[in-house]
Nanobody, 116 residues
Framework: QVQLVESGGGLVQPGGSLRLSCAAS????????MSWYRQAPGKEREWVAG????????SYADSVKGRFTISRDNAKKAVSLQMNSLKPEDTAVYHC?????????WGQGIQVSVSS
């Protein structure tokens, strides 16, 4: 019933920008905090950003702070991640999740590749 579907990934050069979007359905979207995580091959899953149910509080991992912005549109039931000044180390599969630290549902994931 619950679905989280990411879009907007791809290949970009260092210093470039991408915007990821996650469309949610099958649950009361306004009742949940949302988050973005990423995982590179051979590495543990890493929390990237989180946003409260109202969008009033947002937080970021130190590695992306100042470059990434998380936002949500509760009317559209969507959460986004604007990624600027991308670095090769940002290369990973990015997943949106329902929840912040305690994620109960995950999207399918979308590839972001940063290389020259």
């Amino acid at each position: 019933q619950v679905q989280l579907v990411e879009s907007g990934g791809g290949l970009v050069q260092p210093g470039g920008s991408l915007r990821l979007s996650c469309a949610a359905s099958g649950f009361s979207f306004t009742s949940y905090a949302m988050s973005w995580y990423r995982q590179a091959p051979g590495k543990e899953r890493e929390w990237v950003a989180g946003i409260t149910s109202t969008g009033g509080i947002r937080s970021y991992a130190d590695s992306v702070k100042g470059r990434f912005t998380i936002s949500r549109d509760n009317a559209k039931k969507a959460v986004s991640l604007q990624m600027n000044s991308l670095k090769p180390e940002d290369t990973a599969v990015y997943h949106c999740g329902r929840g912040w630290r305690n994620v109960t549902y995950w999207g399918q994931g979308i590839q972001v590749s940063v290389s020259s």
